[in-house]
Nanobody, 124 residues
């Protein structure tokens, strides 16, 4: 089972940017599709972005399209989420997750491993 550790969260003003990183253990990182999810207080965990094993396929929830970019560097066992034009409604704990089926999904129940989360807070 892959192990994931997120970093890069913090406090930023509206309109600012952050880059989240997620480092995976082992040598099987390239076998997993990777996703980023977020969870705000009192709300269910929400899909944000996903990337295929090769990095050639990406998918975003409509609310972040044009602002967020997911990427991966398989040589470094790392997936990134570049977040630009941040809004207060982006405030949440952000989690990275790994999915081994090879079919990207927005359903958190279908992901096999999760990181501990990193807090992103956007002030107005």
């Amino acid at each position: 089972q892959v192990q994931l550790v997120e970093s890069g969260g913090g406090l930023v003003q509206a309109g600012g940017s952050l880059r989240l990183s997620c480092v995976a253990s082992g040598r099987t990182f390239s076998n997993y599709d990777m996703g980023w999810f977020r969870q705000a207080p009192g709300k269910e965990r929400e899909f944000a972005a996903a990337i295929s094993r090769s990095g050639r396929g990406t998918y975003y929830v409509d609310s972040v399209k044009g602002r967020f970019t997911i990427s991966r560097d398989n040589a470094k066992n790392t997936v990134y989420l570049q977040m630009n034009g941040l809004k207060p409604e982006d405030t949440a704990v952000y989690y990275c997750a790994a999915e081994r089926s090879g079919v990207m999904t927005t359903d958190p129940k279908k992901y096999d491993a999760w990181g501990q989360g990193t807090q992103v807070t956007v002030s107005s």
